[in-house]
């Protein structure tokens, strides 16, 4: 392969994970996004223009937001609504293993909410969540009681994150976590697109006595920008039967249950 086409896939693979950044955040400042992408401001501000010119995301001075996101928040859409059929089934799956009055904890993210749907006509149960989504949908319902965390609102998932978020599950206990996650490399463990949501998850984790990882079967073996930890984090991984033989075996032998949906 020549420099110009390892130099070009190299282009093309940055500025997806730049996409990803911006689906996660919303928006982002050049300086931040040159720093964690390690290239200079020049080079950030020309995957900018090209991203820009491809309809992704418009540019304003000293960085960018994603060009669906106000179209988005107002009609309360989540960004990743792919293999919706797999992440149902997961979220039937997951909720059948929240009992009536339970303490948990709902992560943000398109799978925990079908998880939140499932949740519906159950009894007595306190959810805490960072999700304005989750949040909304099982408010109003009886039998629940819902707290949301503060901090800083991100458009693309409808929910909060950074320190003040994670610092509201500071001392809190919760029978169970049912957590997502951008992707599961066997290697680097839960990996995600941003910075933001590491410490409220870590937060998260910290106060459950068990985790649930959802997951569909699409995000085993792929790898995002940043690590939350290894899978030992997690006691039981919830995915759908697309799941590769090895990969299960594998996440098995690391000491997680894997529950097929």
Not at 72 to 99: F, P, Y
Not at 130 to 152: K, Q, S, W
Not at 196 to 210: L, T, W
């Amino acid at each position: 392969m020549s420099g110009g086409s390892r130099s070009r896939l190299l282009g093309e693979t940055r500025r997806a994970k730049i996409l990803a950044w911006l689906q996660e955040e919303g928006s982002a400042r050049v300086r931040t996004l040159a720093e964690a992408f390690d290239v200079s401001e020049v080079t950030l501000r020309q995957d900018l223009e090209k991203m820009e010119a491809d309809g992704y995301i418009v540019r304003e001075h000293g960085g960018a937001f994603l060009k669906s996101v106000t179209r988005q928040v107002r009609s309360m859409a989540l960004q990743h609504l792919d293999n919706m059929a797999a992440k149902q089934r997961i979220g039937r799956a997951a909720a059948a293993l929240a009992g009536d009055g339970e303490t948990i904890i709902l992560d943000s993210g398109s799978t925990t909410t079908e998880v939140a749907a499932q949740l519906v006509g159950k009894h007595n149960m306190t959810v805490i969540t960072n999700a304005l989504n989750i949040a909304l949908m099982l408010g109003a319902e009886p039998g629940f009681d819902v707290h949301m965390t503060g901090g800083h609102f991100k458009a693309p998932t409808l929910s909060v994150s950074g320190e003040r978020s994670a610092d509201y599950f500071r001392g809190l206990f919760v029978q169970k976590l049912f957590l997502a996650t951008a992707a599961i490399d066997l290697g680097a463990g839960l990996t995600y697109p941003a910075l933001s949501d590491i410490p409220v998850k870590r937060a998260m984790i910290e106060a459950a006595e068990k985790v649930i990882l959802v997951a569909d079967a699409s995000k085993i073996g792929a790898r995002s920008f940043t690590s939350l930890g290894g899978l030992e984090l997690i006691h039981t991984l919830v995915t759908d039967d697309a799941i590769r033989p090895a990969d299960r075996l594998a996440i098995e032998a690391a000491g997680v249950e894997v529950l097929i949906a």
